[in-house]
Nanobody, 125 residues
Framework: QLQLVESGGGLVQPGGSLRLSCAAS????????IGWFRQAPGKEREGVSC????????YYADSVKGRFTISRDNAKNTVYLQMNSLKPEDTAVYYC??????????????????WGQGTQVTVSS
């Protein structure tokens, strides 16, 4: 069974950091583009970042550019989202998603085939 599992969320003060992990089971992430999305209460889902299978393409939403970094460790079958300088407006449930693609990735959720269950990130003092 193909599964994605997010972890690393939690409560952090403004200006703090968290590293989210997206671990795959039942398949290897080598051939998959991975996207990170978030959804805050009452708001639409937002594409935060993505990385292609080849690492040739990465994307960051303007709201996180310069603060978040996406990376992958194929040996651990895991993709990470390092989040620094966190702001209260980063508070949301964060999801990772996967789609078979070598060169590209997408900020659009409908492009992806597999989704994790989400991890809560709360930025508050």
């Amino acid at each position: 069974q193909l599964q994605l599992v997010e972890s690393g969320g939690g409560l952090v003060q403004p200006g703090g950091s968290l590293r989210l992990s997206c671990a795959a089971s039942g398949f290897t992430l080598d051939n998959y583009a991975i996207g990170w999305f978030r959804q805050a209460p009452g708001k639409e889902r937002e594409g935060v970042s993505c990385i292609s299978s080849s690492d040739a393409t990465t994307y960051y939403a303007d709201s996180v550019k310069g603060r978040f970094t996406i990376s992958r460790d194929n040996a651990k079958n895991t993709v990470y989202l390092q989040m620094n300088s966190l702001k209260p407006e980063d508070t949301a449930v964060y999801y990772c998603a996967a789609h078979v693609e070598y060169y590209y990735c997408s900020a659009h959720g409908k492009w992806y085939d597999y989704w994790g269950q989400g991890t809560q990130v709360t930025v508050s003092s």
